[in-house]
């Protein structure tokens, strides 16, 4: 049994004391589709649900989701790790009390950490788990050694694809590459795509055809539909403005698809295999896969 089989024991007894959070990782074959202004947005409905809601900021060496929130946090995970920081410490609170927390370079060093500091990493790690009831995860994009292992790594994926050809064909290469992973369990992972800049939504479910045909053809990987979000200039406006449109005009068209999008992913009921596992072992499984890369 190795070193990560043991702390994953260790998170399981820890988790039978505190509540277990959803983690949803939102990802996206290539840069510029929108995936962090879905993930900043899809927060703030969540938190209008009443739903406690923290993003971890896995995109590294950007710094989007703070900009996109108008906050600049004072400490990362890499302080977590390596300054004996608090999980509250290194929590800034963002509008509407919406935790944000900076992965800087610390997710790329959890894979070189030894017994002790991964075991006090996975203890606060699961009180993070009692503190909120969403994780989303903003990964990078593209098929980089990090994007897929948190793919691998979260039970609940969302893709991120827009009408360019590029970014469906870079989709499909991402997929790709997660398949080939041995770690990779198609009964385990649930897959949505989100059809997101379209200009209707006859040209969201095309979007969302053309890479649910490809992927179940070649790849044996059964897609989810989770919806589509119009193409509008005010979301852009709005990023700009560091004021995402879920909070500047909430009442928007824009405003109200991501709300549906939200909705529909709060009415998902859960299966046996796809129970919340929470943060903790959700980056025991990152740290495990970044190992058998290294």
Excluded: W
């Excluded at 399981?12 to 993930?39: D, F, H, M």
């Amino acid at each position: 049994m190795d070193q990560a089989d043991k702390l994953r024991k260790q998170v399981e007894l820890l988790k039978e004391q505190a509540p277990t959070a959803r983690v949803i990782a939102v990802t996206s074959g290539k840069g510029g589709v929108g995936k962090t202004t879905l993930s900043v947005n899809l927060a703030i409905q969540f938190r209008n649900q009443g739903k406690r809601v923290v993003i971890l900021d896995a995109d590294f060496g950007l710094a989007n989701v703070e900009v996109m929130l108008g906050i600049r946090p004072q400490y990362n995970l890499s302080d977590m790790i390596y300054h004996n920081k608090s999980i509250e410490e290194i929590i800034t609170e963002g509008p509407m009390g919406i935790g944000f927390i900076s992965g800087g370079s610390g997710v790329q060093d959890l894979v070189n950490l030894d017994k002790e500091k991964l075991k006090k990493l996975i203890a606060k790690l699961v009180k993070l788990d009692s503190l909120y009831d969403i994780v989303i995860i903003d990964t990078g994009a593209g098929i980089a050694d990090s994007v897929i292992e948190f793919v691998l790594s979260s039970p609940e994926v969302l893709l991120v694809v827009t009408p360019e050809p590029t970014s469906i064909t870079d989709s499909y290469s991402l997929l790709k590459a997660v398949n080939r992973k041995k770690e990779f369990v198609r009964e385990q992972k649930s897959i949505k795509v989100i059809a997101n800049r379209v200009s209707s939504k006859e040209e969201g479910q095309e979007i969302y055809d053309k890479i649910s045909i490809v992927v179940s053809k070649f790849l044996n990987i059964q897609l989810e539909y989770l919806g589509y979000i119009p193409d509008d200039r005010k979301i852009s406006i709005a990023g700009m403005e560091q004021k995402p449109i879920s909070l500047s005009a909430p009442d928007s068209q824009p405003a109200s698809y991501i709300k549906a999008v939200c909705n529909r992913l709060l009415d998902i009921k859960e299966e046996d295999g796809n129970k919340p596992q929470g943060i903790a072992k959700v980056l025991l499984d990152f740290i495990k896969s970044k190992k058998k890369t290294s």
